[in-house]
Structure formats: C-alpha cells, structure tokens
C-alpha cells in the first residue's frame, strides 16, 4: 500500500541524480510530485517516465537563484493543490575552478547562490504554503561537505552546504511549533553528474563503489515515510569505500 497516498512532493534538482531518484522514490510511495529544475528537457523525460509507471507528475522549470521564480512555482503548487507535503530541496552545483587561487566573482555567486541562496528560497516558499496545515516536512540535500571540512569540495561548497545544515537546525528550532520537521541528509561521494565539474576525472569503476543515486532515493523514502512526530535532524551516508578513508590510511603504510 502507497504509505503517502495524496501527498504533494515539490522535488528540485529533479532532472538527474538524487532528484530524479527521489521523484520515483516518493511517486512509488503515492505522491503527487511537480519536479523543478532549470532546464525543461531533462524534467518533462523524468516526467514522461513517471507517468508510464502511472504516477502524476508536474514539471515546472525555474531558476531557483532568483526569488521571483521560486515563488513562481510555490504560485502553482497553491493554486492547483492547495497545499504542500513535502519539499526535497536538493538542487545544487559546482564548478571546476573551486580553489581559492581560481575562484572569479562570478564563481562565487554562482556556487552559493546554486547551492544556499536557492535552497533558502525554496524552504521560505515552501513553511509559507505548510503552516496553516500545521503539517510539513522539507528535506535537504546536503553533503559531507556540509559538515566536515577539505579541499575536495571546494571552499564555497563547503560554506554553502555548511549553511544548508544550519539552516535545516534553525528550521527544526522555529517551525516544530507548527509540526513541520526538517532532514538534512550529507552524503558523501555519490555517483551523480556533478561529477563531471571535478578538477579530476572520475572513473566508472570509482563511480560504481559510491553511493548511488537509488540509494538517496531510498533514504529519502525513508525519512518521509517516518510517523509525523519523529524528526531525523540530520543523516550521514558514505560509500563504504570512502575515498577520503582509504586514501589517509594509505598515507600511513
């Protein structure tokens, strides 16, 4: 049985990766998904494919940097639905030239407008649409770079996804009073295409040993799919093989 049967699931980033798994991940489960992301194409083929398996699905393209888009699409959700379940706020990017010796103005505002100030849009639009259902819970897509600190990410990633935990804890501090609940999920290298902005090819075989996109999307079934007075507040997940481990221990022989 569809244990989120009639549900509404705004999911961002929804045209590949962790997005794309979530929005089958919670259509399975029953939800009405609307599946947000920049570029049309890649969401109207998660769409289409959703649809085949019998679920419903919305695609509404935005740039979720800019707040009159954002509100643009929390507009639709209001104005067909009337209500909002479920925000999956995992947008994100990043870029090659991440170091501080590369980094242009443009760069930075690029990375923490892709990777903070759109998902602070998104939550904002989204505890308006939850709280007079006094019911709602919003899940972030942050990363092991949101709580621990190295080179890999990149200093602005790393700041930005730093500041989607927090922000995911403040939400919690805030809005429990109205019985919304907040997850930030960190994971750790998953075999997504942000891969393809790293400085340093990844192979497939590295790729293999990650987490993959269908493991997020079971842990975010997971969590919501948790009895509303429960709130996981913040998850890790790692590939067992994580690259950082071996690579220190390595170090050492």
């Known amino acids: 049985m569809a244990r989120l049967a009639g549900q509404i699931a705004w999911i961002t980033g929804a045209g590949s990766g962790i997005g794309e798994a979530a929005a089958f991940a919670l259509a399975e489960e029953g939800c009405t998904v609307i599946l947000t992301g920049r570029r049309a194409g890649p969401l109207e083929d998660v769409a289409a494919r959703l ?3 019998g679920a419903t699905a919305h695609v509404q393209p935005a740039d979720l940097m800019r707040a009159p888009a954002v509100q643009a699409v929390a507009d639709f959700i209001a104005k067909t639905f009337g209500r909002l379940d479920i925000l999956v706020n995992n947008a994100g990017l990043n870029r090659s030239d991440r170091r501080w010796n590369q980094l242009s103005a443009d760069g930075i505002e690029e990375i923490i407008g892709g990777n903070l100030t759109s998902a602070a849009l998104c939550a904002r639009a989204a505890l308006a649409l939850m709280r007079p259902a006094k019911a709602g819970l919003l899940i972030h897509t942050a990363s092991f770079a949101g709580r621990f600190v190295s080179p890999l990410s990149g200093p602005m990633y790393t700041a930005a ?3 989607v ?3 995911s804890h403040s939400i919690n501090m805030e809005e429990c009073v109205h ?3 907040s997850t930030a ?3 750790g290298e998953v075999a997504t295409p942000i891969l393809d902005r790293r400085p340093n090819p990844v192979s497939a075989e590295e790729r ?4 993959q996109p269908e493991d997020c999307g079971a842990l975010i079934r997971f ?6 007075h429960v709130c996981l507040n913040e998850i890790l997940i790692s590939p067992t093989a994580n690259r950082s481990y071996l690579a220190a221990a390595a170090s050492k022989l």
């Open 185 to 187: 999920i960190c994971p």
């Open 161 to 163: 996804k730093h500041g």
């Open 223 to 228: 969590v919501a799919t948790m009895p509303a």
């Open 165 to 167: 935990v927090a922000m």
């Open 208 to 211: 293999a040993r990650m987490v």
């Open 51 to 53: 649809r085949a398996q």
């Open 179 to 181: 019985n919304i609940r």
